[in-house]
């Protein structure tokens, strides 16, 4: 899972340069299987914006744009991610600074998928995915 920690409105002037720097580092590593991105998204209003359709149809080449069904958020492990990390973050000490609450944002996501990188601009975390098993209680793996 490819991430990124930003301080504001989630709007396309946040989400085309992600695309951008994630399609550009993807492409530097597997440059030579002559691959393009696959980016699954959720219905969010930014995700069907024109700027952000006209970038990803002007880079057709490099990057393919999937979205998942309406009110499907088990589908989505974005969703799970986001609720264990509002979880951790309103259940431990309070960050007294907005760059540290970005910190603890980026130190959780690091520590909840061990096998983390960081690429330029950006973080790579490969996700393990999570079952539901009951209410608050996931299972690790597929």
Not at 29 to 46: A, S
Not at 65 to 89: C, V, W
Request: proline share 6%; glycine share 6%; charged share 25%.
């Amino acid at each position: 899972m490819y991430f990124t920690v930003y301080t504001g409105s989630f709007n396309a002037g946040v989400f085309v340069p992600f695309l951008d720097s994630l399609t550009r580092h993807l492409d530097s590593l597997t440059r030579h299987l002559d691959r393009t991105v696959q980016v699954i998204v959720d219905g969010r209003p930014v995700h069907r914006r024109k700027t952000v359709r006209k970038w990803v149809d002007d880079h057709a080449a490099a990057i393919g744009m999937h979205f998942l069904p309406g009110y499907s958020p088990e589908l989505n492990p974005d969703e799970i991610q986001g609720a264990d990390l509002k979880r951790t973050m309103t259940t431990g000490t309070a960050s007294k600074t907005r760059d540290e609450l970005k910190q603890a944002a980026r130190s959780f996501l690091h520590r909840a998928n061990p096998k983390s990188a960081t690429p330029p601009e950006t973080t790579h975390l490969p996700y393990e995915s999570k079952k539901r098993l009951s209410r608050g209680q996931y299972a690790r793996g597929s």
